[in-house]
């Protein structure tokens, strides 16, 4: 069964940094893309950034380009999102999640880890 | 960017009835569109992939169709663990969007 475990989340100030990690069981690690969404309190889902299966394809939403950067460590099964130049509009609950086969859908996802962003 | 519309936002209903919620593409698509149920303080969960194919363990209740720019969610006999938000999301192109969600809730 697929887990994914995020972790990271803290109360920062505007304009700091942070690294969220994102731990992953379950199936074969490398073999699949995966990416970040969040939701921001209230608000709807939000796609953040994906990662290929060796890394060497990064996509970001337009909101984070230049401020956000995912990668992965396939001997540890994991996957990061290092945060730079936090706004309180990236206050919310950030999910790790899998990409399945079919239609680029997300179909593991882990119960998130809350980055509140504020002085 | 792609910009997904749902319709509608919140949607009212009782336990055995049959609801549809569309998602409107603001670009050609193709089939590159899942449908997720979300609860709060849970996972979102994928119900429909691919517009069409239902993702396995999910109820036969759930069915979703379209192509290119429009497509539909139908729930058939609502149960009450239906009653939750709903998302459309594109994967066809970068940056993947999703729409602004549908509330489903128990009239």
């Known amino acids: 069964e697929v887990e994914l475990v995020e972790s990271g989340g803290v109360v920062v100030q505007p304009g700091g940094s942070l690294r969220l990690s994102c731990a992953a069981s379950?199936?074969?690690?490398?073999?699949?893309?995966m990416h970040w969404v969040r939701q921001v309190p209230g608000k709807g889902l939000e796609w953040v950034s994906l990662?290929?299966?060796?890394?060497?394809?990064?996509e970001y939403a337009d909101s984070v380009e230049g401020r956000f950067t995912i990668s992965r460590d396939n001997s540890k099964n994991s996957v990061f999102l290092e945060m730079h130049g936090l706004t309180t509009e990236d206050t919310a609950l950030y999910y790790c999640?899998?990409?399945?086969?079919?239609?680029?859908?997300?179909?593991?996802w882990g119960k998130g880890t809350p980055v509140t962003v504020s002085s | 960017d792609i910009q997904m519309t749902q319709s509608p936002t919140s949607l009212s209903a009782s336990v055995g009835d049959r609801v549809t919620i569309t998602c409107r593409a603001s670009q050609f698509i193709s089939t590159y569109l899942n449908w997720y149920q979300h609860k709060p303080g849970k996972a979102p969960k994928v119900l429909i992939y691919a517009s069409s194919t239902l993702q396995s363990g999910i109820s036969s209740r759930f069915s979703g169709s379209g192509s290119g720019t429009e497509f539909t969610l139908t729930i058939n006999s609502l149960q009450s663990e239906d009653f939750a938000t709903y998302y459309c999301h594109q994967g066809y192109r970068t940056p993947y969007t999703f729409g602004q969600g549908t509330k489903l809730e128990i009239k």
């Open positions: 990662v290929s299966w060796d890394g060497g394809r990064t």
């Open positions: 999640a899998k990409e399945g086969s079919g239609g680029s859908c997300l179909d593991g």
């Open positions: 379950g199936f074969k690690f490398d073999d699949y893309m």
